[in-house]
């Protein structure tokens, strides 16, 4: 058998598929992806909110999820570090800083606010660009850049302690970004914290990259929450 299979991926690649099939590799990858979020979706049953299955997307539902997380998990009074992938508007940023009231609490947002880096589905690079956001308060700061220029410095630079419960919210929307801020907070994170997914369920992105992540580093966690078909989650670290 060991012999078969080893003729079969040397005829294969003899062949040359990706020279005149190439075209079929991101369907072909979305297709397999999407197989594997249904399966972890069965796998990963939630106790607590989810609306699974909705006909319809309803944005303003992610809300729903926080102020469940809120509530459920004492997040508001807690001290926490909320770290923020992916701003944008700073409209769930400054939800979160209004909800916890705790004066020992720090939010941090990365932003390129200059728009994506990479076409991600129908939006093109450079889409979805802002302007850094105006909050009140002396609990938060932002910083703009890829998020491979701007995390290193933050991370070493103590301003987010190991021992303090954490929130990290991830709405970079690419596979690559998700992937690189999962992997380099991951030194940081402790059993109980909360990462919190933007848009989950698209396949070969945010799920992608958190497979990816969990596989590689052994990560055990459960699932808190799920709204619009599994596209906000919540997850803890267990």
């Not at 979305?30 to 909705?54: A, C, M, Q, T």
């Not at 850049?145 to 302690?161: A, V, Y």
């Amino acid at each position: 058998m060991k012999k078969f299979i080893s003729f079969v991926k040397s005829l294969i690649l003899f062949l040359r598929p990706g020279v005149w099939g190439g075209f079929l590799s991101n369907p072909l990858q979305w297709v397999s992806n999407i197989i594997r979020l249904s399966k972890w979706i069965s796998k990963h049953p939630v106790e607590g909110l989810n609306d699974f299955y909705s006909p319809f997307r309803d944005y303003g539902k992610r809300y729903q999820l926080y102020q469940h997380l809120l509530e459920t998990q004492n997040l508001s009074g807690q001290a926490v570090d909320y770290v923020e992938l992916g701003v944008s508007r700073g409209l769930s940023f400054q939800w979160w800083v209004k909800s916890n009231s705790n004066p020992d609490s720090r939010f941090y947002g990365f932003d390129t606010f200059e728009g994506l880096p990479e076409k991600w589905g129908q939006f093109e690079k450079g889409s979805m660009s802002a302007s850094v956001p105006q909050v009140p308060g002396d609990r938060h700061e932002f910083f703009k850049g890829l998020f491979q220029e701007t995390l290193p410095g933050f991370l070493s630079s103590g301003k987010m302690q190991k021992h303090k419960f954490k929130i990290i919210h991830l709405d970079a929307d690419l596979f690559s970004s998700t992937l690189y801020a999962l992997t380099s907070i991951h030194p940081f994170l402790n059993k109980g914290d909360i990462l919190i997914f933007d848009e989950f369920n698209v396949p070969t992105h945010e799920f992608k990259a958190f497979m990816d992540y969990v596989d590689s580093y052994y990560v055990k966690y459960e699932v808190l929450a799920a709204v619009n078909n599994y596209f906000q989650v919540a997850i803890r670290i267990s």
